[in-house]
């Protein structure tokens, strides 16, 4: 069982960042790739990105590439996603999400585990 949690939420301008944390629990956060999810008012979830086991290989939506970006800390069990130039349509919850071995899905039914989501809300 893994237990994520997400922290670094919050309200910021168009065109500020933010900085989201995951936590994980557990000894084996090396051997699980790590996704980032998000979801606004009215509308489906969506992928944003994802990083693998090792944190060697990331991917990211087209709507973040180049603005966002993910990094893993296997040593202190945590995913980041740091956030960039945003915009207001990045209003959303986020949620972070894991799943064991080595592929790297790009769609929520590939991971295991989700934490309880973030809000963050980019005013214009």
């Known amino acids: 069982q893994v237990q994520l949690v997400e922290s670094g939420g919050g309200l910021v301008q168009a065109g500020g960042s933010l900085r989201l944390s995951c936590a994980a629990s557990?000894?084996?956060?090396?051997?699980?790739?790590m996704g980032w999810f998000r979801q606004a008012p009215g509308k489906e979830r969506e992928f944003v990105g994802a990083i693998s086991w090792s944190g060697r290989t990331t991917y990211y939506a087209d709507s973040v590439k180049g603005r966002f970006t993910i990094s893993k800390d296997n040593a202190k069990n945590t995913v980041y996603l740091q956030m960039n130039s945003l915009k207001s349509e990045d209003t959303a919850v986020y949620y972070c999400?894991?799943?064991?071995?080595?592929?790297?899905?790009?769609?929520?039914?590939?991971?295991?585990?989700w934490g309880q989501g973030t809000q963050v809300t980019v005013s214009s």
């Open positions: 999400a894991s799943t064991y071995g080595r592929t790297v899905p790009q769609e929520g039914y590939g991971y295991d585990y």
């Open positions: 557990g000894r084996t956060f090396s051997t699980y790739a």
